[in-house]
T-cell receptor
Framework: EAGVAQSPRYKIIEKRQSVAFWCNPI?????LYWYQQILGQGPKLLIQ????????DSQLPKDRFSAERLKGVDSTLKIQPAKLEDSAVYLC????????????FGQGTRLTVV | TQLLEQSPQFLSIQEGENLTVYCNSS?????LQWYRQEPGEGPVLLVT???GGEVKKLKRLTFQFGDARKDSSLHITAAQPGDTGLYLC????WGGGADGLTFGKGTHLIIQP
């Protein structure tokens, strides 16, 4: 079974530039999450999708972050414009649609904003 | 405020020693999960505990879910260098429906040979 695929693995941009990350979840997983993990800390949920609908985006900084999951499969997360404090690893995870179900994570995209 | 508090934040011990790390909250969870994360990788699930008071063993690792479903512990016996990593607890809030997992900040564990 293929795992969660994310790209790119690494990205370096200047502040105020835009960046987009892509995620392809495990086939059949209706739930998709984007997490932000700052160095040395645990992941923080940014947004959760159930199929192509948003379940929870309460911690997404909506003035600069946006995410979509068209057709309920793969997803993109965009930051526009980026700030220095956005430097982090952005993890995508997917799971079956039940609370507390195991989340399978991708390797993440390490973003550095300079 | 951090919903799940993990302690200690950092732990460095010698190979062969035993250790316990803790995950505490004032909130009730329907389930708690423990993940291990290595540098450059995403977290990987170790165990899920769902019943208050539940104890699960995975080789040298023992996981316990508190009776009140607010806390959990991970005990490692005879730690080995391969146990080094970031240990994360994550919970699904009681009555949270399809809410995403909430993670603690993690315990950085280093096992020295």
């Amino acid at each position: 079974e293929a795992g969660v695929a994310q790209s790119p693995r690494y990205k370096i941009i200047e502040k105020r530039q835009s960046v987009a990350f892509w995620c392809n979840p495990i086939s059949g997983h209706a739930t998709l999450y984007w997490y932000q993990q700052i160095l040395g800390q645990g992941p923080k949920l940014l947004i959760q999708f159930q199929n192509n609908g948003v379940v929870d985006d309460s911690q997404l900084p909506k003035d600069r972050f946006s995410a979509e999951r068209l057709k309920g499969v793969d997803s993109t997360l965009k930051i526009q414009p980026a700030k220095l404090e956005d430097s982090a690893v952005y993890l995508c995870a997917s799971s079956r649609p039940l609370s507390g179900t195991e989340a399978f994570f991708g390797q993440g995209t390490r973003l550095t904003v300079v | 405020t951090q919903l799940l508090e993990q302690s200690p934040q950092f732990l460095s011990i010698q190979e062969g020693e035993n250790l316990t790390v803790y995950c505490n909250s004032s909130s009730v969870f329907s389930s708690l999960q423990w993940y291990r994360q290595e540098p450059g990788e995403g977290p990987v699930l170790l165990v899920t505990v769902v019943t208050g008071g539940e104890v699960k063993k995975l080789k040298r690792l023992t996981f316990q879910f508190g009776d009140a479903r607010k806390d959990s512990s991970l005990h490692i016996t005879a730690a080995q260098p391969g146990d080094t990593g970031l240990y994360l607890c994550a919970g699904a809030l009681w009555g949270g429906g399809a809410d995403g997992l909430t993670f603690g900040k993690g315990t950085h564990l280093i096992i020295q040979p």
